[in-house]
């Protein structure tokens, strides 16, 4: 069984730095093929995808918030972290952390999302 | 690349076929997912490839289309498909996602 489970903080103050953790199960990020990543939402609102990590160490952000992402993953504890930097408040948005593969290409398992609120 | 969804809203009765429009604002061959959204829950894959269901989706949920025009069929609609679907392309990077259709009772 393939689950996914976000952890971090729920609430931020703006400027910090939000550090999110996702931990999985069911499958390993060292199998050819398979990524994780996060996506976010506003409430209401669509889906932004952010990042993502490869199974060979390859690294993809979304442009349009590169300069404020890093993402990382340590395979001995099946974990893949989110570093975004300067937070502010339009970034109170739930995050999902997503499996992806180059089967499907497509984003096959979610976790629950964590919501995270930035406020002063 | 940019995804338009319509209509934003979309009225039907149960057992009757629902049509959803995803259209893209450049090719993106047939690099397309479909997604399906309950209130509360994380989205679920329904279809990639453009008109692959994913595992464990039931048959009335069907895609089609390549280029930048898709569709998403439900051939007849079940009160437990009354929510919100998103296409996403994954053609380039950044994956981007349509801003969603609702599927609501007529």
């Known amino acids: 069984q393939i689950t996914l489970k976000e952890s971090g903080p729920t609430l931020v103050k703006p400027t910090q730095t939000l550090t999110l953790t996702c931990t999985f199960s069911g499958f390993s990020l060292t199998t050819s093929g398979v990524g994780v990543g996060w996506i976010r939402q506003p409430p209401g609102k669509a889906l932004e995808w952010l990042a993502l990590i490869y199974w060979h160490d390859e690294e993809r952000y979304n442009p349009s918030l590169k300069s404020r992402l890093t993402i990382t993953k340590d395979t001995s504890k099946n974990q893949v972290v989110l570093t975004m930097t300067n937070m502010d408040p339009v970034d109170t948005v739930t995050y999902y952390c997503v499996r992806f593969t180059v089967t499907t290409f497509g984003f096959d398992y979610w976790g629950q999302g964590t919501r995270v609120t930035v406020s002063s | 690349i940019l995804m338009t969804q319509s209509p934003a809203t979309l009225s039907v009765s149960p057992g009757e076929r629902a049509t959803l429009s995803c259209r893209a604002s450049q090719s993106v061959s047939s690099n397309l997912a479909w997604y399906q959204q309950k209130p509360g829950q994380a989205p679920r894959l329904l279809i990639y490839?453009?008109?692959t269901r994913a595992t464990g989706i039931p048959a009335r949920f069907s895609g089609s289309g390549s280029g930048t025009e898709f569709t998403l069929t439900i051939s007849s609609l079940q009160s437990e498909d009354l929510t919100v679907y998103y296409c996403q392309q994954y053609n380039d990077w950044p994956a981007t996602f349509g801003q969603g259709t609702k599927v609501e009772l007529k």
């Open positions: 490839g453009a008109s």
